[in-house]
């Protein structure tokens, strides 16, 4: 069994080692997201190939995290994935000549948010549900078969995410069930007669998925698996807080949460339990570590170098390729210095090749290498940061070393303002140590009280806002069954535009960078929202509740339901598409243009616009190109 054990502790932050199969992990550390089947041999995959090459060979890389359900951003059939499958991960790169070998420790999570947005992996058929083509249900038994298939040597439990405004009776069912799946995976894992069957030798690390919005529902959270698992207890390693991706940039949330998990666990067994924090990396991870958080995951690094931005090596903040002017001066970490900018710049800036190698003064590369080396360099400084914070914990300097680099970052010096709500003493050492300006205010004499407010605050600002469930479904809406509904009879055009998570659709960024170029054509076109769960909603039905309060994203694995919303959407032009002269849809995403095109076909006809995309990615929805080829056609179908 793998074990977590504290080697040291500064006054607030602590040092430690993740023993794994695999080898150690020195905390406090950054695994790198990274996506490990992004083909269906290890040979593809893009930019993704390059990226694991430098990680697998990196020094500075301790452990990799992998995502349980990424397959399904990749098109695999449930075939490909069942030749994963066949043997661990790490097997497949060691096996293939053209890759460097795999040797860190893997950390493979849930897949808990790609299940919450999908009908496809339900409940088994025993339990109630449906079978499905890929053998994979939303059950602890069934991911935990996938994680130990992927040759995981840490695991997290399966969990129920807790989207934003979630209402809280479902919040506090969705958390409850998390705890029953961690207390039901580590008794699997401590039953010999099942691992015997699955052929374990080396039980994997566990670490205990949990969520919540506030101090108080994490702290719960914690203190009630605790007394649910007295018998397994010992089997797990630690907790990982996830739902906090989206509080990024409220750092005296995070704060709280982060401080809650850690109130929760008794002193005389915090020495032996590791905090993981899903998806933050960057400049909040230094106070997080001052609160006692061991690892960190994120793919920031790779998302980053998308969009040719580099972390700024002084600023950390992201700066484009094309903005880098001294480069001889600009980052002395080894990714840098394999770099030929030059060749670089004209791969990236200049040259319109795809797909193909681009000729520079030092060979030919592929523009994936260029976005790979870019992705390096990131990583390379978030590691770089961890040491740091690693060698201050060890020279009694953690305090110090978050406080330097609180100036001049807004929102790390809010995050430690915050900390000392809880813990007082903070606000007197840094004025001890000279930071005044770091020092909290009269106005937070004490943590409880502030933190009373906080909550008063936050539940006014909840009550102006929608309150969402989980639980609607395909019946709760569908506009054909309403018999007041007429499209307006002045329209000339029909306008089908994709649903967005911002609620109503008429009022997200995606929709509005639409209708702000449609302004002339105002009252001659009909908007109609693609729901990826209810499949039309026209305008005049946004509002209404299970349009409002539902929280659900469509992708291409879920078939059945895009082959529901491409019907429901055929039966719509079937019913209503003579009314209009044209019939125009401008959507990006891969799962949407499917069913629209789908539909299309069958009504006999519709144009989808952009005509011919770069990629079948948000980002192309809001190109001004794509935008402009509507427009242009809207311009020719009203002259």
Known sequence: MSAFRTLEKDEYGRRGVIDTPAGQIQTPALLPVANLIGGTTPK??????????????????QGIMFQTMTFLDYNLTPDNLEEWREKPLKQHFDENDEEPGFSQPLFVDSGGFKLMNSTTFGQPPDGGGSENDWGIYTNPESILELQLDYGADIIATLDFPIPQNLNQDEATERMKKSIDNAVECLEMLNDPEWLDEWGIDETPSVYVAIHGHSYEDVHWYVSRFLDRAEEVDEAFEGFALGSLVPLSNSPDVLVDIVQGARDAIPENRYEGIALHVFGISGRLC???????????????????????????????????????????????C????DIHIDDMRHALLESDVKYKPIEGEHGTHFKSEYYAQIAHHNFELYSRQMQDVRDAIDNDGLLELVADFAQGKNIVEKGLKRAQLHNPELREQLADLGYEALVAGPDTETFQTKLSS???DIDDEQEQKRTISLKYGPNDFDVLQYDGYQPPSDASVLLILPCSQEKPYSDSRTHQAVISRLEDYEKRYHKVSL?????????????????????YVLTTADEDQVDLVANRLAKYLDQYGEQFDHIFAYTTSKAYRQAIEEAFTRYGRGEIYPSEPRAL???????????????????????
């Open 617 to 639: 990615q948000l980002t192309e929805h809001f190109r001004g190109e794509n935008i402009d080829e509507l427009v242009d056609r809207f311009d020719t179908s009203m002259s």
């Open 454 to 456: 906080f909550h008063e």
């Open 286 to 332: 230094p106070l997080l570590a001052l609160l006692g958080v061991d690892t960190f995951d994120s793919a920031n690094y790779l998302k980053a170098a998308r969009n040719k931005s580099f972390i700024h090596p002084k600023t950390w903040k992201r700066t484009k390729l094309d903005q880098i002017e001294d480069w001889d001066n600009w980052c002395s």
């Open 531 to 551: 729901s990826g769960l209810y499949g039309p909603v026209p305008e005049a039905y946004e509002t209404i509740d299970p349009v409002m309060g539902y929280e």
């Open 334 to 337: 080894q990714a840098c210095q």
């Open 44 to 61: 593809s995959g893009g930019i993704w190939r390059y990226t694991r090459r430098h990680l697998f060979q990196s020094d500075s890389v």
